[in-house]
C-alpha cells in the first residue's frame, strides 16, 4: 500500500504543480508558496520512493521509519496549507478568466494530496511493532502546525512595505521570527535525540518555549490589527486602489495585512493548544 500512496502521491503534487504553471500562478511571493510546496513534496517523495525500490534504506544514520513519518506529516500540513491558499486567493481572482477551471482541478488535486500523506502517516503507524514517531503524535503535529503557518505569515510579509519604518510592526516580525525559530529547535532536539542533553526535563523545557511563544503572539496579535487597520495609524481597504483594481493574481497590501492577523491568531490558538497540552503532560507526569 505505502508503493501506492507514493504513487498516488507523485501524481496529485505533479498534476497541481503543472496546471498551477500553466494558469501562471507562480509571480509574487504569495504564488510561489503553492508552487513551492508541489515541487518540494514531489521531489521528496520521488527521493523516498527511489530509496524504497532501491533498498537503502538500512544504509541511513537514523531512523528510516521515524524520517518517513516526519516527511508524510510535514508534506500533508505543506498540501493542507496550498490546499486552503491557493483556491482563496487564486479561485477569486480569477473567476473571470478562462483559467479558472485549472484553478479549481489545481486545488483538488492538491487536496488529493494532502490525504494521500495523511493516509501514510495512518498506515506507516498501524503496523505491527512501529514505534510512533514524534511528529505523529500530538505535540509533534502541533510543533508542526505552528512552523507552516509561521512560514504561511512570511510569505504574506515579503511585502516589506507592511511593516517597514514602524517599530511596532518590526515588533511583529521579530516575533514570528522568534517564536519560529523556537518551535524549529524542540522538533530538532526531538529528531536529533539531543532531548536527553539538556540539564532540564525537555517537557519542562519546551512548557517554556511554549508558554513563552504564547507571550510574544498574544504582544503581536494587539500591535498588528492597531497599527494596520487604525484610520489614524493604518489604511483602511477602500482607500487602497489595489483591491478594487482587479489585477489577475495579485493581493492588496489591505487584504495583506487581514490575512497576517488572521493567521496569528490562528497561530496563537495553536500555541495555546500546545501550551495547555504540554501542561498536562507534566502534571499527569508529576
Known sequence: MGCCLRQLQLFSTCMAFSLGASVGTWKGAIGNWPMFIWCFCFVLTLLILIVELCGLEGHFPFSWDNFLTTCNCY??????????????IYVQLLSNSHDWDRTIISTVFSCIAFVAYAMDVTWTRAQPNMITG????????????????????????????????????????????????????????????????????????????????VLLYTTALLLWPLYQFNEELGRQRSSDVNCSSGLPTSVCIWDQQLAVVSLTAINLLIYVTDLVFSARLNFNSG
Open 134 to 213: 514524534y511528529m505523529a503524535t500530538v505535540p509533534g503535529l502541533l510543533k508542526g502546525l505552528e512552523t507552516i503557518v509561521a512560514c504561511v505569515i512570511f510569505v504574506f510579509l515579503s511585502n516589506t512595505s507592511l511593516y517597514l519604518h514602524q517599530p511596532a510592526l518590526e515588533w511583529c516580525v521579530a516575533v514570528y521570527s522568534i517564536c519560529f525559530i523556537l518551535s524549529s529547535v524542540a522538533i530538532l532536539l526531538i529528531l536529533g535525540k539531543c532531548d536527553n542533553r539538556l540539564s532540564i526535563p525537555f517537557s519542562i523545557f519546551q512548557l517554556v518555549l511554549t508558554l513563552l511563544s
Open 75 to 88: 508534506s500533508a500540513l505543506l498540501c493542507l496549507s496550498a490546499s486552503i491558499i491557493y483556491p482563496i
